[in-house]
């Protein structure tokens, strides 16, 4: 018994029963009810052993939106926590445990898969290739990821959660005050799903550089692709930041090193260097897809294009530089001096600009162009205002001598979610419906899709908004509660109606998929946004090999140059196209990574040992395996081009 | 058997001794800290040079300016965040 | 499979050259991971602690031998590489054995130098500074390790398959692999151990 005593939660409260009951009934439901319809292989088959990048591209998309609900559920109770003064909701653990899984659940499981989803969906549509450099890869690092988000998730009933902070600063995250197995959670879970994203960001390199279709210069990408590329040369150089920093945070919760302590030499300040030299970069690798996603989207619905592409290239190639430049400005506060401060003051400044000039682009762009108010472009539209907003509040934090007054207030907290929210979420969103039809063969309802919109606006607005008044007047961040007398009760209030708000627009999102996989019609074309950029040139929904014939590209849109301008995309005959294999390995890794990672968190060390064999195991296998692929022949593929042809789906 | 000793690698080899044996003198031989971080920041950067361009061919292909950049950002990102996190924690703490 | 005979056999097909390239670009992130850890390294060089400092538990000797091993093994298996492109099956995995052999004998030193270390007192728990080079060292000389059972395959391979495109890809990109063990080792040994000598 004594041994099982380690996975008990050490501060246990009813909803954490009830959550306990409720995943155990979920678990037992969905497995009952895919035995019971049968569906193992199907599953296995199809999805679990897939080496596509559009199933592995949906894959993550399912999960951006489980994790986001999980995310938004910690945040509506933090929202009605403070939502008065001296409630009771929660208490001040519950609280901690729960401001900081909704931050790494938010930024790692949400906002990362769902730039990932968008990336393997339209990445190797848009430069007209058939697949990504390394499926086999990109498959290991979808299950990773997926093997670090259930390990995080499983922390609140196995063990405790981490309650250190999504920033994890030590000593707190240290074992003296973190005395739970939360924060090994943390280290671990994010150190696995980091491996999996630093792979993702070679292959997708490696996939931009190479793959693209005859023609298609790097200055005739999509600007997606652009932004994609960019975003994935930080993460190359970003992660292993993080997965150093992670493991010396490990050894010091596990093996009692001393890197971050305060005795013995260790340093506590150089986990929070480390955690910012990877984190501030990190805001951009999230950020430029977004933007990304929003030229496109832009671009296609005021029917021109995009205004200023060498300038949209330039900006960003400067901002993965300067990401690299600045990450000081989330510690001006922590006692280095003020020739530094101020170095990292103008850097920070400086960054905006490049920002700005997209900013403008998009207005440009959309000046004099024909404007369609889709549901995609209503997000686009209300991104600019708001985003710019956020970006303002963040150079009135790049000062630091400003910063001393603004820091680790709910200032700083309005700061960034008006950049996440307008700016990650709102593109995740539009991408969402903009691209929903070219993977799902049918349309969300662009009239629910509407009050989603006005919904989630309004909510934003009225739940960050006040947190700037508050904020400067001195309301804390991460604390669980307030006295009336401090005379923040009323803003908060009105933070919590907007969350609600918020949350209605999330509950309105859903139940448009479902109403539309109900109603939706399915002869839609294969575009039915008139857009410009090559995945729309290819069939609804996507073959297997993407295009019958690899594509002819002579500028930036060559789908609107066939569409307008009589260019010839696809010429000459079809020939036998090479598809890799299917492959097992990688989810049975995700499986061996988690249960290492398990046997980590909880100092396990036969299991760990044992897994880690495993893994290194898989890699030896992998070494020795001859897989040439397969070929699908011309036959087949004629098969296939007829069926979508004749119309039958 | 001499077709498998091409000058350029064996060259190579040589250089690389050389350049070693000269960052010794830091340790061999008495000189201010200044001096000897000059040498070593001169010998390192030269030898690791070298290998990329000797040993690994890092410009063989028509990728070579791709692998070139790739190599040099890595570089420039890596000074970046030693020097800045040296001037925060310690030079300017 | 495309073969295109005017290239290397290891850059013969598409997938190798993709192959290489996205190698390359690992290599781009293990320079930010090895930055990272000499970053730690030397913001800990003079957080001793209670325990010794760099001076006091440095030995040239072993660094020496280590030194010209791993140079000497970077140049074998250049040489290999090399033979390869002749087709010289033999004297290619003569060279990569060797280079294998090498690297063996860098990491026996390696742990007889962790051993010395333990020793004198200087254990991965006694302070930052021990905790900032063990883990550099440790993380370099786990690079070792792999590329030893690395290397190993894929001789074992190039002996049952022969000199195929594949096999030749696999080759280079190790050689790639253990040459960058190289250039981290050079700058652990200027900014590790001769200037802590210093
Ligand atoms: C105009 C560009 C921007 C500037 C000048 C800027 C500036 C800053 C500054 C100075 C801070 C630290 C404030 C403090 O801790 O007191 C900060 C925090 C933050 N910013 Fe921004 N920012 C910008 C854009 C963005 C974007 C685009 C994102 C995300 C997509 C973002 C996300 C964040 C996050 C997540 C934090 C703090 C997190 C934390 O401490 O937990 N920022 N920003
Ligand atoms: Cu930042």
């Known amino acids: 018994m004594e041994f099982f005593e380690r996975f008990a939660v050490p501060h246990p409260s009813p909803m954490i029963y009830a959550s306990m009951v409720a995943i155990g009934l979920v678990v037992i439901g969905i497995v009952f009810g895919i035995t019971y319809f049968k569906k193992w292989g199907y599953l296995w088959r199809e999805w679990f052993t897939t080496v596509d990048h559009k199933k592995i591209g949906i894959m993550y998309l399912i999960s951006a939106l489980l994790m986001l609900f999980r995310g938004g559920a910690d945040a509506i109770l933090m929202r009605l926590q403070l939502s008065s003064p001296d409630m009771e909701i929660l208490d001040a653990q519950h609280y901690n445990e729960i401001f900081t899984t909704h931050g790494v659940v938010m930024i790692i499981f949400m906002a990362m898969p769902f730039i990932f989803a968008f990336m393997n969906l339209v990445v190797p549509l848009q430069i007209g290739a058939r697949d990504v450099a390394f499926p086999r890869l990109n498959a290991l690092s979808f299950w990773l990821f997926f093997a670090g988000a259930m390990l995080f998730n499983i922390s609140f009933v196995v063990g405790g959660s981490p309650d250190a902070g999504w920033t994890s600063y030590f000593p707190l995250a240290g074992n003296d005050f973190s005395t739970s197995v939360g924060t090994n959670y943390y280290m671990i879970a994010i150190q696995i799903s980091g491996i999996g994203s630093l792979m993702t960001g070679i292959n997708m390199i490696t996939t931009i550089l190479k793959m693209r279709a005859p023609g298609m210069t790097l200055m005739k990408m999509p600007m997606f692709t652009w932004s994609a590329f960019i975003a994935n040369v930080i993460i190359v150089f970003a992660f292993p930041v993080l997965t150093i920093a992670l493991l010396m945070g490990t050894t010091d919760r596990l093996f009692a090193t001393n890197f971050f302590t305060t005795t013995n030499g260790g340093m506590d300040m150089l986990w929070a260097n480390f955690f910012w030299v990877w984190g501030h970069p990190e805001v951009y690798i999230l950020i430029l897809p977004a933007f990304g996603l929003y030229s496109e989207i832009i671009s296609t619905f005021s029917s021109r294009n995009l205004y200023g592409y060498k300038s949209m290239v330039g900006s960003m190639v400067l901002i993965s530089l300067l990401s690299f430049l600045v990450w000081t400005h989330h510690f001006f506060t922590m006692g280095q001096g003020a020739l530094t401060n101020s170095i990292f003051s103008v850097t920070t400044m400086a960054i905006a600009v490049p920002t700005g000039v997209k900013i403008f682009n998009w207005l440009f762009t959309m000046y004099k162009g024909k404007i369609r108010f889709t549901v995609p472009m209503l997000y686009s539209i209300g991104f600019i205002p708001l985003f710019t907003v956020g970006g303002v509040t963040g150079v009135m934090l790049a000062m630091s001598a400003a910063d001393y007054q603004f820091h680790n207030t709910m200032f700083l907290v309005a700061h960034f979610h008006n950049t996440i929210i307008p700016g990650v979420v709102f593109a995740m969103l539009a991408g969402l419906t903009y691209y929903w039809p070219k993977f799902f063969g049918f349309m969300l309802n662009e009239k629910i899709g509407k009050w989603s919109f006005w919904l989630l606006s309004v909510g934003f607005v009225l739940a960050f908004f006040p947190m700037y008044i508050t904020g400067l007047d001195g309301q804390a961040r991460r604390m669980y509660t307030y006295s009336e007398a401090t005379g923040f009760g009323p803003l908060n209030l009105m933070s919590f109606f907007g969350a609600a708000l918020m949350a209605i627009a999330f509950v309105t999102i859903v139940y448009n998929i479902l109403y539309s996989i109900k109603n939706s019609p399915r002869n839609i074309g294969n575009d039915p946004w008139d857009a410009r950029s090559l995945e729309w040139a290819t069939h609804t929904p996507v073959p297997e090999y993407n295009f019958a014939r690899l594509p002819q590209v002579a500028s930036s849109e060559a789908y609107w140059d066939a569409k307008k301008n009589g260019h010839k995309l696809f010429t000459g005959e079809l020939k036998d196209i090479h598809m890799p294999n299917n492959s097992g390995v990688p989810f049975i890794m995700g499986i061996i990574f988690f249960v290492a990672g398990f046997s980590f968190i909880f100092a396990l060390w036969v299991p760990a040992v044992i897994a880690l064999i495993g893994i290194f195991a898989c890699m030896a296998l992998r070494s020795f395996e001859l897989d040439h692929g397969r070929h699908i022949h011309v036959k087949e593929i004629k098969e296939i081009e007829s069926q979508y042809e004749g119309g039958a789906k | ?93 | 499979m495309k073969l295109d005979h005017t290239q290397p056999l290891e850059y013969s097909t598409d997938q190798n050259q993709l192959n290489i390239l996205g190698f390359w670009i690992f290599l781009g992130a293990e320079i930010m991971l090895f930055a990272t850890l000499f970053t730690s390294y030397f913001i800990f060089e003079g957080r001793t602690g209670s325990g010794p400092t760099p001076a006091e538990i440095f030995e040239i000797t072993p660094v020496l031998i280590e030194t010209f091993v791993l140079l000497t093994s970077s140049f074998t298996i250049g040489l290999g590489v090399h033979a390869m492109r002749l087709g010289r099956k033999n004297a290619m995995l003569t060279f990569f054995g060797i280079t294998l052999l090498l690297g063996l004998v860098f990491l026996g030193v390696e742990i007889y130098e962790f051993m010395h270390y333990y020793h004198v007192g200087a254990t991965y728990q006694t302070s930052g500074f021990t905790a900032g080079l063990l883990t550099l060292l440790g993380t370099h000389g786990a690079h070792v390790t792999l590329g030893l059972f690395w290397g190993l395959f894929i001789i074992l391979q190039v002996k049952k398959r022969g000199l195929t495109p594949e096999n030749a890809n696999k080759s280079f990109i190790f050689s790639l692999y253990w040459h960058f063990l190289d250039v981290v080792w050079i700058f652990i040994f200027s900014f590790v151990y001769l200037k802590g000598m210093m």
């Not at chain 2, 001499?2 to 010794?24: D, N, R």
């Open chain 2, 1 to 93: 058997m001499k077709e498998l000793f091409p000058a350029k690698q064996v060259m190579g080899l040589v250089f690389s001794l050389v350049l070693t044996l000269v960052a010794l003198l830091v340790h061999f031989t008495d000189m201010s800290f200044a001096v000897g971080m000059t040498i070593l920041l001169v010998t390192a950067f030269i030898q690791a040079f070298l290998q990329l361009v000797v040993f690994m061919h890092a410009g063989e292909s028509k990728d070579g300016k791709a692998i070139y950049t790739n190599v040099f950002y890595g570089f420039i990102i890596a000074l970046v965040t030693i020097f800045g996190s040296l001037l925060i924690l310690i030079w300017d703490m």
